[in-house]
């Protein structure tokens, strides 16, 4: 008997897209991407959202977001909860796709298949609501997360339960975590506390990830360099997801040569620190960036890689702008223009030291977990402005936890 054709296609398909998965694993991107997309032409929902993540972070090829949705919104009509994810993540960003409401109906989906970055990143999301029930929801959620296997969703569970967050204090249970991050290499996270953040607008009970496009008020606390402050603009959970996303991937932080744009290894700059490969956000990292960005008064396609530095005792940025010398620039997307505005959000309290400091305004800001510092680093004409001259200044005691955007005058990522 004949096999009917509908098999047929479907078992082709199931083969290229085992070809693909493996020349993905030999580095064979190329051909990856081309038995991907003659599977994802197919119809194979999991080969769509593989060529749609390949498209959206350019890896065979330019970028391109508007055929990365195509290709997504096929595999979420064939049923990928995946691909709902991935379509509300790119969504947040609002240039391939509107931010609406589909975000919040799409992460619910991701949440009921039990997609450990939805978990994470909806929890960390209830987390920012003062209401007891959406606290009780953050753990729930925190907790689905880790028992999925999410380290991050654990750590930050530990963290909550040790100090009685949305809980009573549940120290045995804490224990109980940590023991089991301990043999994976998994470090302890320093001490985070802040507030949970006020959000007017808050409504218990329900998804409204549309929140993170409404970030506290700058304060401005200089005009030569302008220089703001913007408190509570992160939570505790989101200091940590930070600091705990950025732990395993520290290095010794390096300074780009003016001369040859090589990265070398100078005392201007002694911390450690991670940068976060866009290919690797998920969704509770890019919707705090996206946060961070808007609080900036920009948008997140402006920014590079979000960078999360580290400093020991000792350790310090001595003074320098943040804007980038002309062959810097030359190499690394001309195009966006330079580094118009720098946004330092702080992400633990500093026990001394630490403070960020502007010598041509007198002024110096104090380390406050989830408050950030925003200022310009080109003067109104566009020009790059001495004044900018700012320091991380060394810490004394304890250690210091810092997240920074820098934001170009035009777009720099791809979606
Ligand atoms: O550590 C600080 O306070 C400043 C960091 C900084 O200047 C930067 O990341 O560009
Ligand atoms: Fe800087």
Known sequence: MDTPPANDTRARADALHREATACVATRDLETAAARYREAATLGHPGAQLELARMRLHGIDGPADAAEAVHWLQHAEAGGHPGAAYLLALVALGGTALPRDARINTRMMQAVQHRLPPALRAVAIHFGRKPDPADQTRCLQLLQAAADGGDVVAAQLLAERLARGEGCPVQLESAEALWAQLDPLGVPRLPSIEAPVPAQPQATPGTLTLEDALSPPPTVSLATSPRVGRVEALLSADECR???????????????????????????????????????????????????????????????????????????????????????????????????????????????????????????????????????????????????????????????????????????????
């Open 241 to 415: 997801l930070l600091v705990a996303s950025a732990h395993p991937q520290l290095r010794r932080s390096m300074t780009v040569d003016p001369v040859t744009g090589a990265a070398v290894d100078h005392p201007i700059r002694s911390s450690s620190d991670a940068s976060f490969d866009p290919l690797h956000e998920d969704f509770a990292l890019r919707l705090v960036q996206l946060r961070i960005a808007r609080a900036a008064g920009m948008e997140l396609v402006n920014a590079e890689q979000l960078i999360v530095l580290r400093y020991a005792p000792g350790q310090e940025y001595r003074p320098h702008r943040d804007y980038l010398p002309p062959s810097t620039l030359a190499a690394d997307h001309p195009a966006a223009g330079n580094r118009r505005r720098t946004i330092c959000v702080y992400l633990n309290a500093v026990d001394e030291g630490g403070a960020t400091a502007f010598p041509r305004a007198g002024l110096s800001v104090s380390p406050v977990p989830g408050q950030a510092v925003v200022f310009d680093n080109l003067d109104a004409s566009g020009e790059a402005d001495p004044e900018s001259l700012h320091a991380g200044e060394p810490v004394v005691a304890g250690e210091k936890w810092l997240a920074t955007l820098w934001l170009r005058e035009r777009a720099y990522r791809a979606f």
